[in-house]
């Protein structure tokens, strides 16, 4: 199995512009879940996906992020107007029932000059 | 409010020599405490779910315990290859699904 895929892998941009993230979870798999990982707050959960729905939302730090999961092999993040407090590390994650274990993505790490 | 503390902070072993790492958690009810180890650039990696006070699991040179009120991950005759971060997640308290909170880590240094 290929696991978790995440692109991109590094996203340098400049504050204001839009920035899109992407993930693949493992096939079969009926949880997503997107991370934030900086050192200061460490790994928090932004927002989770069940059969395609979102299911919670209230990690979302602010109106300018957005995710989205058009069918169950494929999700996005969506940061618009991007800020440089942004700049941290996203991971995806997915999971086969709510309460197993979640497997990661290797992240994309953003940076917002 | 939910919380997970993992202590210490850092810690740095010499190759063989053994430590244990805690994970102390609050949280209404739990239903799982997982382990995962995390290597610079890259995703957490899955290691252990206990669910039980007093259940065990082994992997190589890993062990995990768990208690009421914490969770140890002792590490026997460590090798430079086990040097990473160690991370513990617990389901949030009154949910059904995977909403975890993740502690701190614990960055593991191993030295030759």
Request: aromatic share 10%; net charge negative.
């Amino acid at each position: 199995d290929a696991g978790v895929i995440q692109s991109p892998r590094h996203e340098v941009t400049e504050m204001g512009q839009e920035v899109t993230l992407r993930c693949k979870p493992i096939s079969g798999h009926d949880y997503l879940f997107w991370y934030r990982q900086t050192m200061m707050r460490g790994l928090e959960l932004l927002i989770y996906f069940n059969n395609n729905v979102p299911i919670d939302d209230s990690g979302m730090p602010e109106d300018r992020f957005s995710a989205k999961m058009p069918n169950a092999s494929f999700s996005t993040l969506k940061i618009q107007p991007s800020e440089p407090r942004d700049s941290a590390v996203y991971f995806c994650a997915s999971s086969f029932g709510g309460m197993e274990t979640q497997y990661f993505g290797p992240g994309t790490r953003l940076l917002v000059l | 409010e939910d919380q997970v503390t993992q202590s210490p902070e850092a810690l740095r072993l010499q190759e063989g020599e053994s430590s244990s790492l805690n994970c102390s958690y609050t949280v209404s009810g739990l239903r799982g405490l997982f382990w995962y180890r995390q290597d610079p650039g890259k995703g957490p990696e899955f290691l252990f779910t206990l669910y039980s006070a007093g259940e065990e699991k082994e992997k190589e040179r890993l062990k995990a315990t768990l208690t009421k009120k914490e969770s140890f991950l002792h590490i026997t005759a460590p090798k430079p290859e086990d040097s990473a971060t160690y991370l513990c997640a617990v389901p949030r308290g009154g949910t059904s699904y995977g909403k975890l909170t993740f502690g701190q880590g614990t960055i593991l240094t191993v030295h030759p």
